[in-house]
């Protein structure tokens, strides 16, 4: 995964990002915050705490444990998907219960970041659930074959996953102390990719690179896990802001489609503070 230019961070002023907690909900590892129009709310996962959650832009919070540790929630219309250990299940909220849609056959790892691209199809990384060996694999998941498909190996913390809907382009990083990198990949209609590039690295900047979302203008929002951070790239990768978050872990950054266009952030349990969910309702403007 290398190839291109890399481009590290050099912007040193530094705003301050105005999140408050949106639940009194506390999680030990939360993670993967999506929004859903078809339930408007956000869903969210609790990694260490094995549940799921469900939050709405007032606040209440709901919450299910999860059979195995999950990684990942995304939305697919209606349909709540969430990555697991085993697999990739759909979350019945009328039951709920959650049934494997596509099975994952690889013992000591998890589901770990996730993204949905143009065509509804799910982009999912594995992990080894003790960290220790660089046996993650990028996978595509196909919702309409219930297909699950390797297209890149030897990860060791897969993270930033985005999807670029005008570039066509996937972006995911490598979050281990030892990469701590950024890149972008070319997508063909069929899924075929293209050869990825650098686009960040983080060795310069606080915290490592973790959970990602791109804004409506194409920027890369990536949140500084351990670093108290949060980054915004340019499409080209050129580091143009840097925030401060009331949080020193935070792990992944959402956007709401409300009308105001509010930012969510999850965090994890550290000596600082309670994992929980943010919210930065009034975030830069130039969003659009």
Known sequence: MTGGRSIEGTITHRAQARFVSLSDARALHGESPVWSFAHQAIWWVDIAGRKLLRTTLAGQTEFWDTPEIPGF??????????????????????????????????????????????????????????NQRANG???????????????????????????????????????????????????????EMGPCRDFARFHNLQGRPDGAALDRAGHYWIAGVG???????????????????????????????????????????????????????TPPRDLD
């Open 73 to 130: 929630v995304q939305c697919l219309s209606d349909d709540v998907m969430v990555g697991m250990q085993s697999g990739i299940f759909r979350f019945d909220l009328s039951t709920s219960q959650f049934k494997r849609t596509v099975h994952l056959d690889a013992p000591g790892q998890r589901f770990n970041d996730a993204c949905t691209d143009a065509m509804g199809r799910i982009w999912a990384g594995t992990m080894d659930i003790d």
């Open 137 to 191: 694999v990028l996978y595509l998941y196909d919702p309409t074959r219930r297909t699950l498909t390797s297209k890149i190996e030897g990860f060791r913390t897969v993270n930033g996953l985005a999807w670029d809907d005008t570039r066509n382009r996937l972006f995911v990083s490598d979050s281990h102390p030892s990469v701590q990198t950024v890149w972008t990949c070319e997508i063909g209609p069929d899924g």
């Open 227 to 281: 670093g108290g951070s949060l980054y915004r790239f340019s499409p080209c990768g050129t580091q143009v802001s840097c925030f401060s978050v009331p949080l020193n872990s935070p792990t992944k950054p959402a956007f709401t489609d409300a009308k105001d266009a509010a930012m969510v952030l999850t965090s994890f349990k550290d000596d600082t503070d309670g994992g929980r969910l943010s919210i930065w309702r």
